[in-house]
Structure formats: structure tokens, C-alpha cells
């Protein structure tokens, strides 16, 4: 019966659980210990009531009580010799050592166990620590402190207040649980479960925790801040986050101070405002600096309501400003993009957010539909998250594959190619215009070969086929027979067929050029 009273107590009352414990190690040190008195070394008056206990002994007036090495203080105290224990009334004091004083209006005591139960206005006080409660119990063999009732601490700049709370004197540790809220000039901390070593000044979480600061808002289950140095270790897939981005990883290293941390693990970056988000294995950012990158495994993603281009590169930087707002993307190194109607590789990559123009250096090359795309830079521009025009400067180069072992081809110093719905439609030639073009019946039938040469042309693409070229400024046109062309005729000056790099599914942009052949 008692059994089943003490477990209905325990469940109904959480924080009661962790006087147990302490009771419970209490009961267990004082086997291997020898049980000491508990004795009397002052008061004003002493005086005896039957009526109350035979064995109680009543005492009045500056009274001090002692056991071992501690002293009790007190206005007025009832004492029971034979029970080893006493209950103090008004200003009780409790000098634990040289650095550990705890205060109350009432307490009781027993000097068996050794425990210390507090109550109204209690005040533990170590060093540079307060801590302040309604109700507390004192182990002094344990010596832990507990309060569950709610209770605040006071540490330096630290404030920390919880519902239930457990403080390890010899090692100034201090562990809360419910609702637990810890406050400094620089951030504010909400945990479920937290441990705080007032030492060292470095809080534990150890349960769902959300630290926010003006800056931004940081989420994780396990990981420890350093509030002296204003330094956090975050695990368990934490996350930070502001009005403009989100930062997850598996683990994060964030300095307060400086704005600024690396991330391990499945790191992600995701700018809400340009719907972009860069995925990689190891990431570092800086706030105050307006820059990050993320690098090893990493891809871009910008997405709209249709269709998203992923971007692969060795290592990608993302630049904010002021205000947190991302202004450019830059990917470095064996850049390979995919998206369903449009897909590319070159060596660098940037995107401007300010015009939404993504920039291809370095031997780009571009793949729509049946088209090859080339020069030596191309410039794409992006409207509604869709292509909206691109510009390929110098020896720019487009080839689409007529038959087995035959292409149609246009060149030129500069090309600007219109878009509609992601789809070609358009392109304009600017400067030493020429054209390879194998004109043929509907049934596939070859015609004849179409060479022609202008300062500038016009050409109309649907379904990604040529549907007419028209050439301006002194054009020559002719149109041969199969077998009045040589092969090198059909072939234009700068002709390399890149197709074997082209990216088919999104997963291909991992895969390196020897593998893709």
C-alpha cells in the first residue's frame, strides 16, 4: 500500500522524483558514515511544552545550531534530541563552508540524513552565484541544492530560471528541467533541459532549445554555449535562421560575437527570397561580412512552381548584404547544371540577384532541346524564375545534330537567343555570320547543303528545330548538292561536338567528363 502511495506521489509530482533521489543517496551515504549529533551552541532562552513533545526543547533568541563543520542560525528553533532533528523560524541561515551560505524564513532539519528543507524566500548563495527560490532541500552529504518549485539564478550576467532545478556544489553545476529560460546581454536561451556550470560560465542542452538573439534564431536538441566567450557547439541537426535564410547541418560551430561559424554534415543553405537553396557536406559563414560558402558533394538549387535547375560545382560562395539579403551567387570550379529543357557546364558561374543574370566563364557550353550552345562567356537572364534571353560572346557556336554523322551549325562573333516558356525561340547574329544547314523533305529526305555567310542573321526555332534564317547586310547563299560539298566544307572553323558531357538527369552533374563518355 505504501509502495503504491509513494509512486502516486511521485508521478503527480515530477520534481518530487529528484528529492528522492537525493534522500535516497542520503539514506545510502549514511551507512557507510557515522551518524553525528546535533547540538545547541547558543541561544536566549531555552524552554520546554510537553504539549507540543516531551523530547522537544524550544529555543528563543540568537539562536545557533550545530552539526560537524556546519552552523545554524535562526530567530527561534524547536529541537528534538531524540530524533536528531530541529525546525528553525525567521532569518535562517545555513553556513555550509567558507563560500556556501543558504538563507530562508523556516527550515527543517534532519541530522541523520542530513537534509535541509527550506522554505519562503530561500537564497543559496556560492560565490558569484544566486540562486533564489520558495522551496528548496540541502544535502549536505551530497551537498546538491533542489529546488521544484521554480527558481531563479543568478551568475555574473547570467539569469537563468527553470521549475526544477539541482545544484551540484562541489562542482558549481547546476541542472534544470522545465520551461528553463537563460538571459544575457547577448541572447536569450529557452530549454527543456539544460545544464549550466557556473565555473565556467558553459550552458549543456541537452533537450529542445531555441536560442534567439537580434540577429537571428538558433534551434537544437544537444550541444553546449559558452556564454563568456559568447561561443556555441550545436549538434543533433540544429538550425539558424533569420528573415532571409536558414542554416541546417548536422553540427554547427557559432561564434555570437563575430556572426559567424562552420557547419558539418548535410549542410543547407536556403536564401526564401530567391528560392535558392545550396546543399553540401561542410559549409562556413559570416554574418557581419555578408558571405558564406558551402563546399564537398555541393549542389544549387533554384526552383519555381514547374521545374528547378540544379548547379554543381567544387565549391559554392553566396554574398549578402546589409540587410541580409542575398545579391550573388558565385560556383567555382567543373561547374554541370540540369534543368529539364536547359542544362550546361563551364568552369565558374555567377549569379547576380540585382539584374537575375547567372554568368558562364570558361569554356561554357549550354544544351537546349537539340541545340549546342558556345563561346567563350554566355550571359542567361532570368525572368519569373524562368530563361528569359542569353548573350554568348565571342566565337559564339551553335550546332544541332542533323543525322548520324552530320550537323547543322551557325557561328558568329556575338548570339543573343531568345526564350518563351523555357523554350528557344529566336536567335539574333552579330558579326561574321555563317551557316551549315542540311535542308531536307519531311520524310528526312536530303535536299541539298545549305552554306551561307552575312554580317548579321536572324533565325526562328520551334520545337528546337531551325525554321527559317534570314540574313542581312551583303549575305552569300548557296545551296549544293551532297556531292558537290566536301566533308570540310561542312564543318565550321571552332566545330567541337561536346554531347558526351551533356547531363541527362539531374544526377549526372556528380559525374565526372571520363565517366559521362
Not at 163 to 192: A, C, M, W
Not at 217 to 228: F, P, S
Not at 368 to 385: E, F, P, R
Amino acid at each position: 500500500m505504501k509502495k503504491d502511495i509513494i509512486t502516486k506521489q511521485l508521478k503527480n509530482h515530477p520534481g518530487r522524483f529528484l528529492l528522492f533521489l537525493v534522500v535516497m543517496l542520503s539514506i545510502t551515504h549514511i551507512t557507510a558514515q557515522t551518524k553525528s549529533k546535533v547540538f545547541i551552541e547558543q541561544a536566549d532562552a531555552f524552554k520546554f511544552n510537553e504539549k507540543i513533545g516531551k523530547d522537544m526543547q524550544r529555543l528563543i533568541g540568537h539562536v545557533i545550531i550545530r552539526q560537524d563543520s556546519t552552523l545554524f542560525y535562526c530567530d527561534s528553533a524547536w529541537l528534538n534530541s531524540k530524533t536528531n532533528s530541529f525546525e528553525a523560524f525567521n532569518n535562517v541561515h545555513i553556513r555550509v563552508n567558507d563560500t556556501v551560505s543558504v538563507y530562508s524564513d523556516r527550515l527543517i532539519y534532519n541530522g541523520d540524513t542530513k537534509i535541509a528543507e527550506l522554505f519562503d524566500h530561500v537564497k543559496l548563495l556560492d560565490r558569484n552565484t544566486i540562486l533564489t527560490t520558495e522551496h528548496l532541500i540541502y544535502n549536505r552529504i551530497t551537498k546538491t541544492a533542489l529546488y521544484d518549485t521554480g527558481g531563479k539564478i543568478v551568475n555574473k550576467e547570467n539569469t537563468l530560471t527553470s521549475v526544477i532545478g539541482l545544484y551540484f556544489t562541489p562542482i558549481r553545476t547546476f541542472h534544470f528541467r522545465k520551461d528553463v529560460v537563460l538571459i544575457n546581454p547577448d541572447q536569450e536561451t529557452y530549454s527543456d533541459t539544460l545544464i549550466y556550470n557556473t565555473n565556467t560560465e558553459i550552458a549543456y542542452f541537452v533537450g529542445p532549445t531555441v536560442i534567439r538573439s537580434e540577429e537571428n534564431t538558433i534551434y537544437c536538441e544537444n550541444g553546449w554555449y559558452d556564454t563568456k566567450n559568447d561561443l556555441s557547439k550545436l549538434n543533433r541537426r540544429p538550425r539558424i535562421s533569420n528573415t532571409e535564410q536558414i542554416i541546417v547541418a548536422d553540427s554547427l560551430d557559432y561564434d555570437n560575437a563575430l556572426s559567424s561559424g562552420k557547419a558539418y554534415g548535410r549542410v543547407e543553405i536556403t536564401d526564401t527570397v530567391h528560392n535558392l537553396i545550396i546543399q553540401g557536406n561542410y559549409g562556413e559563414f559570416w554574418d557581419k561580412r555578408g558571405k558564406a560558402f558551402v563546399t564537398d558533394s555541393v549542389v544549387a538549387i533554384t526552383f519555381d512552381e514547374k521545374d528547378s535547375l540544379f548547379i554543381h560545382a567544387d565549391t559554392f560562395w553566396v554574398h549578402f548584404d546589409k540587410e541580409r539579403q542575398a545579391k550573388m551567387m558565385s560556383a567555382y570550379y567543373g561547374v554541370r547544371f540540369f534543368r529539364t529543357n536547359l542544362q550546361g557546364k563551364c568552369d565558374s558561374l555567377v549569379y547576380r540577384m540585382s539584374d537575375s543574370t547567372i554568368r558562364l566563364y570558361e569554356a561554357p557550353v549550354l544544351w537546349s532541346g537539340k541545340n549546342q550552345l558556345t563561346a567563350d562567356s554566355i550571359s542567361i537572364a532570368i525572368v519569373s524564375n524562368q530563361v528569359d534571353s542569353l548573350v554568348m560572346y565571342n566565337t559564339a557556336f551553335i550546332i544541332s545534330k542533323d543525322s548520324t554523322d552530320t550537323f547543322n551549325q551557325i557561328k558568329g562573333k556575338n548570339m543573343v537567343a531568345y526564350f518563351k516558356r523555357n523554350e528557344l525561340t529566336s536567335i539574333d547574329v552579330d558579326g561574321n555570320a555563317q551557316t551549315v544547314y542540311f535542308v531536307r523533305e519531311d520524310d528526312g529526305f536530303l535536299i541539298g547543303i545549305n552554306l551561307a555567310e552575312a554580317s548579321t542573321m536572324q533565325i526562328r526555332v520551334s520545337n528546337n528545330e531551325v525554321q527559317n534564317i534570314v540574313y542581312h547586310s551583303s549575305p552569300t547563299e548557296t545551296m549544293y548538292p551532297q556531292d558537290k560539298v566536301s566533308n570540310k566544307q561542312t564543318i565550321l572553323k571552332g566545330f567541337i561536338w561536346q554531347e558526351y558531357l551533356r547531363p541527362r538527369k539531374k544526377q549526372d552533374i556528380f559525374l565526372t567528363p571520363k565517366v559521362l563518355k
